[in-house]
């Protein structure tokens, strides 16, 4: 949000309510030693965000260090091909190379006036972490990110900027050992270190107010969007938004002021891993049902007895076996559209838009690009499709499939 004041709470079907919930999804599930953290958080974010010193800081970074606002592409050529106006977000373009960066702004403001030195994170792909490990650079201060040893070796550029930027990487070697192995072991040392740390969570999960918290600073991206399509188009709201989900940072970002906007349809892209029903997915609105984890009630995967299943996907930041409690509420309420997009699917998307357009997407961005096949958009119809991340960081998976 551009303006320095807070803006009013309007009714909306989709917002979250006092007590942290989307419908009935969300809240706080916490062990009793990270109670104070959490009621800090929640008793003080929206007067803290909202306050003129923390918005001049918070959007003078955005613009002079991130790079903002990011362009919107009319991808021309594979506008042709789709027989539609599909327009790039270019979020790839930001610094450090994805939308994550615009949470780790906001947040490591609001830790330097709770007055935390310390921050843990934890990361998927490593775009999280090395925003997280560049905005500690920035400030001055310490900085641990805890990610998946798996992803550790598939993400290996990303490993090597967290550590030049001065961050621990600390393997998590249980279960997984991808995102949600490493978002238990964050939430573990936040545990143990809940005076002087604050957990900065790269995406919106979690106890609330995590999820909300995550998605203003997101929201960002939308606000452009409007702006932008208006300057370019002569109106604000497209036909469609699309936008990959994992935890669900970058949609929730990319949908945020579309929400109360029937008309714009919301098209989330879930990875689909080797087929919804191999056993090697991460489709969770297809698979899951109602439990609780990382702190928060929304729909996961697990089995009969409430173990989580392990998820799978050739993207490390969409290999998680939940959604954001947001999402699971589009999800529930029908106003955002699932799709389970397959390995295979979202490198030939990846590669489509390399050749057609010359930009290299993250493969968790092709998989929202792979939508394109199914959604069968209007030639009079405007298609804006969230590019969360650049592909720099796949290039090792891609080359595999040359």
Not at 122 to 148: D, F, K, R
Not at 229 to 238: C, D, F, S, Y
Not at 277 to 282: V, W
Request: charged letters at 20%.
């Amino acid at each position: 949000m551009t303006s320095i004041e807070q803006p009013k709470e309007k009714e909306t079907a989709f917002g979250v309510n006092e007590k942290g919930y989307y419908g009935q999804f969300g809240g706080a599930y916490i062990p009793e030693m990270l109670f104070p953290n959490v009621e800090e958080l929640q008793q003080n974010y929206l007067d803290i965000i909202y306050r003129p010193d923390f918005q001049e800081e918070f959007h003078g970074l955005l613009k002079n260090y991130v790079g903002r606002p990011t362009p919107l592409y009319l991808a021309n050529r594979l506008s042709e091909k789709y027989n539609t106006n599909i327009y790039l977000k270019r979020e790839d373009l930001c610094h450090t190379g994805a939308h994550k960066v615009n949470n780790t702004i906001g947040q490591i403001l609001l830790a330097k006036r709770l007055g935390k030195n310390k921050i843990v994170a934890e990361t998927g792909a490593g775009q999280h972490g090395v925003a997280t490990a560049t905005v500690c650079a920035l400030m001055g201060l310490e900085c641990i990110v805890y990610m998946g040893e798996i992803d550790i070796q598939r993400q290996a550029p990303n490993v090597a900027r967290m550590k030049m930027l001065g961050a621990e990487v600390r393997p998590a070697t249980s279960g997984s050992k991808t995102l949600k192995d490493a978002t238990n072991e964050a939430m573990r040392h936040w545990i143990n270190n809940p005076v002087d740390t604050h957990y900065i969570i790269g995406s919106v999960v979690g106890p609330h107010p995590y999820p909300d918290m995550v998605a203003r600073f997101q929201s960002v991206i939308s606000e452009e969007m409007r702006s932008q399509l208006l300057e370019q188009t002569g109106k604000e709201n497209p036909d469609y938004v699309i936008a990959c989900v994992g935890g669900g940072s970058n949609a929730a970002g990319a949908f945020y002021h579309f929400l109360d906007e029937p008309e714009v349809q919301l098209i989330a892209a879930e990875a689909g891993g080797h087929g919804i029903y191999s056993g090697l997915s991460a489709a969770t609105t297809f698979l899951g049902k109602p439990g609780v984890l990382h702190g928060s009630k929304s729909i996961l995967m697990q089995t009969e007895d409430g173990q989580v299943v392990e998820p799978h996907s050739i993207s490390a930041g969409l290999d998680y076996p939940g959604i954001g409690p947001l999402h699971a509420h589009l999800w529930e309420s029908g106003r955002a559209k699932f799709f389970a997009i397959t390995d295979d699917e979202s490198i030939q998307a990846g590669f489509e838009l390399t050749k057609l357009e010359g930009i290299i997407p993250a493969i968790e961005s092709a998989h929202a690009l792979a939508t394109l096949q199914y959604l069968k958009a209007g030639s009079d119809e405007t298609v804006v499709i969230n590019l969360s991340g650049r592909g720099d960081k796949d290039l090792a998976t891609y080359m595999k499939y040359l």
